[in-house]
């Protein structure tokens, strides 16, 4: 049990240094604290979104449930007011100890049990409602050390957070992502905020201690240190083990590069595949499909001259690149670290049949709006190669706007094919893309393709259960600034491995059998993916 401190109310605290000092120790305190909180939230967004998807809703949750949980903890904090110094060096240990270990934690639920929402919103809640601890003790302490009207005081402590929380916010994504990753940067935010907040409390307020809470301070703070450090020495290990329990284990690659991680698994040409995020984007065992689906029907016509956007892998451009007619292939892709693996890793590089290698091909390193936007050629064929759509980085990219863009970057007989997601899984998604593209001034003509995609089972077993194969097809919109025409192959167009005329057609009859009238398109300032991706 705790002994009871000195009395807070009336006079000045017995502090070793002078007012002035003291108070100038608390706001940094504050300072240092209201940092290592804003970075434990940006983690909890960036990690969630990742894992999860959809960082729009991801954001959303955390904010709100943090904020709501702020006010909880301001509400359970006056019930400390009389013990402010040690109720604030413990709440300062529990929030550097849950929230130095919450990477950790949720990304341990994702890969060893599949869901991490409940997760994600019991970190929220917790660090919320220890955070929210904080001003009220603050206010009380900065008021024991340097008497002064409760409005002066405020606008201190709020000054002080204010900043605080601005250098966390830019060390997040500039100093520790880049340079720690995310488990190591949340435990080593974690230990400065116990270092901070113990030696306030140790230092500044010890003879407001009595001698059981000085001793609890100093455990408790050891252990938590103890334990961050103790996790950051493990960390390599703990992500490793993940890792295999993840992607299996046959990881070959796996790094986070400036956009993302990728991960490369499998060596053979039946047995490569690649990660994104988390997420599968390439398989070898089905790859040939669902790229012969994308690039070929919109190859039927001129295709001298071809822009594709995504597709770093070099797949799309593997089949653009046989027929001997194409004279340039541009691929725009964001991450610089997915051409570079498609160029260098050699089983990756055989899949593609070394695209990067042709003098056609010429892969540039940025944004495909921006790049559009900024472009003045033109281009008979564009292939729209992006991850499935949804509300994420890549939404823009499947909005009404971006189809503008390129509807005037093609040229007059042009064509535009665009992956828009699993019509039977995600209908609504498939139908606002294939609307988007029409708001853009383009004709379109849909379909699907069946295929087999390598997954992995959901739920708690899904560790146990390892890969699994699950049905899946693809949907492409064809588009065209005057009328499309019958979905099919061009009279030059070399023999595919997998796919015929006959299934595509069939994949545009099957596609008209599940249309959704009435779909609106999704804009810049109005998206509208909303299914689970």
């Known amino acids: 049990m705790i002994d009871q401190q000195m009395p807070l109310r009336g006079g000045a605290a017995r502090i070793p240094v002078r007012p002035r000092t003291g ?24 990690l969630a ?46 929030l550097a100890l849950v929230g130095g270990m919450s990477a950790l934690v949720l990304y341990a639920s994702f890969a060893w049990i599949g869901e991490s ?13 220890l955070i929210g601890a904080e001003i009220p003790l603050l206010m009380t302490l900065i008021q024991r050390v340097d008497r002064q009207d ?34 190591t940067g949340a435990l080593f935010t974690g230990a400065v905020n116990a270092v901070a907040g113990g030696a306030l409390v140790l230092w500044v307020f010890r003879r407001d201690l009595g001698r059981r809470s000085r001793r609890l301070l100093i455990l408790a703070n050891c252990v938590v240190i103890a334990l961050l450090a103790t996790a950051s020495v493990l960390v390599d290990d703990f992500e490793r083990a993940a890792r295999r329990a993840v992607y299996g284990d046959e990881v070959r690659v796996a790094m986070q590069t400036e956009v993302q991680e990728v991960v490369l698994t499998g060596s053979g040409r039946d047995g490569l595949d690649l990660y994104l995020d988390g997420r599968l984007r390439v398989s070898s065992r089905d790859e040939h499909r669902y790229h012969e689906a994308l690039v070929h029907p919109a190859m039927k016509g001129a295709h001298r001259r071809v822009l594709i956007l995504g597709g770093g892998d070099g797949l799309a451009a593997r089949e653009v690149l046989r027929y001997p007619d194409v004279t340039s292939v541009e691929v725009v892709e964001l991450d610089p670290a997915v051409t570079r693996l498609a160029r260098t890793d050699p089983a990756l590089s055989r899949l593609n049949g070394h695209a990067y290698d042709d003098p056609r091909l010429t892969a540039v390193a940025g944004d495909a709006f921006l790049r559009l936007r900024a472009t003045r050629e033109r281009f008979d064929v564009v292939i729209s190669d992006l991850p499935d759509p949804g509300i994420t980085a890549s939404t823009k990219l499947y909005a009404a706007e971006f189809y503008g863009l390129v509807a005037r970057a093609l040229e007059p007989g042009g064509r535009l094919v665009v992956h828009a997601g699993p019509p039977s899984s995600r209908p609504a998604t498939f139908w606002t893309v294939e609307a988007s593209v029409r708001a853009g001034g383009l004709a379109t003509r849909p379909y699907r393709v069946d295929g087999r995609v390598t997954g992995f089972a959901a739920g708690p077993d899904r560790a146990a259960a390892g890969r699994a194969e699950a049905p899946q097809d693809w949907g492409f919109v064809l588009a065209a600034r005057q ?15 997998t796919l015929g005329e006959r299934e595509l057609r069939a994949g545009l009859r099957a596609a008209e059998r599940i249309r959704q009238p009435g779909a609106l398109p999704s804009t810049l300032v109005h998206p509208r993916y909303w299914e689970e991706p």
């Open 23 to 46: 108070r100038f120790l608390v706001l940094a305190a504050v300072f240092v604290c209201a940092a290592c909180g804003l970075v434990y939230e940006l983690e909890l967004v960036a």
């Open 49 to 94: 979104s990742y894992l999860i998807g959809d960082s729009v809703t991801q954001a959303s949750v955390v904010l709100s449930v943090m904020v709501f949980a702020m006010g909880i903890g301001s509400l359970l904090a006056k019930r400390l007011r009389g013990r402010a110094a040690v109720g604030f060096g413990l709440i300062e240990a529990a």
């Open 117 to 129: 929402r409940p997760v994600l919103v019991g970190f929220s809640l917790t660090i919320g409602i």
């Open 150 to 183: 409760a409005g002066g005081a405020v606008a201190d402590l709020f000054a002080a957070d204010y900043v605080g929380a601005l250098v966390g916010g830019l060390a997040f994504p500039f100093l520790l992502l880049p340079m720690m990753g995310q488990l």
């Open 483 to 497: 009328e499309v025409g019958p979905l099919g192959m061009g009279p030059g167009a070399p023999a595919l491995r």
